[in-house]
Antibody, heavy 119, light 112 residues
């Protein structure tokens, strides 16, 4: 069974940083493309970015609002996905979900971790 | 970026009756590999989203056949043949043809 467990969320001041983690199990993590999706309180889903498998180049891509501030990385030896979030703004307040990517969509989702940006 | 527009944004439905949600993209979702990466996801209250349909019309594992997807190019539809109480939630279309991937605004399905 695929399991994705996010952690690392919390309360941070504007301009601050956090590192979110996603522990993966139940599938061959190193072969998987992975993504982060966020959802502000009471709002819809917003795609944050993706990282390809190393076999497919290991490259990343990001949504425009987070480009240059957020960085996705992976540690295949630990089956873990990361999201480094810097220069946080109040509008970055959201639940951040880790997902697997397959057939151009997010087929497995974690429960999410809440990031609150407030002074 | 490709903009995904869903209609309606809210859909009150009677139990046992059908429901339909439309999704339109600002440009064609046909990928250069010939596939169309349009999917539908369901988010029940308090839960993470769940994949229902991928590549326009393919039901994901465990999804009941009451759910069906159709469409082509820029216009797509999700249909629920007979709405059940457990179908309450928000439905999103998502395009994975061109990065950045994007979602529709969501359609809230509620029971009348």
């Amino acid at each position: 069974e695929v399991q994705l467990v996010e952690s690392g969320g919390g309360l941070v001041k504007p301009g601050g940083s956090l590192r979110l983690s996603c522990a993966a199990s139940g599938f061959t993590f190193s072969n998987a493309w992975m993504s982060w999706v966020r959802q502000a309180p009471g709002k819809g889903l917003e795609w944050v970015g993706l990282i390809k498998s190393k076999t497919d180049g290991g490259t990343t891509d990001y949504a425009t609002p987070v480009k240059g501030r957020f960085t996705i990385s992976r540690d295949d030896s630990k089956n873990t996905l990361f999201l480094q979030v810097n220069s946080l703004k109040t509008e970055d307040t959201a639940v951040y979900y880790c997902t697997t990517l397959w057939a151009g969509t997010s087929d497995n989702w974690g429960q999410g971790t809440l990031v609150t940006v407030s002074s | 970026d490709i903009v995904m527009t869903q209609t309606p944004l809210s859909s009150p439905v009677t139990l046992g009756q059908p429901a339909s949600i439309s999704c339109r993209s600002s440009q064609s979702l046909v990928h250069r590999d010939g596939n169309t990466y349009l999917s539908w996801l369901q988010q029940r209250p308090g839960q993470p989203p769940r994949l229902l349909i991928y590549k326009i019309s393919n039901r994901f594992s465990g999804v009941p056949d009451r759910f069906s997807g159709s469409g082509a190019g820029t216009d797509f539809t999700l249909k629920i043949s007979r709405v059940e109480a457990g179908d309450v939630g928000v439905y999103y279309c998502m395009q994975g043809t061109q990065s950045p991937y994007t979602f529709g605004q969501g359609t809230k399905l509620e029971i009348k």
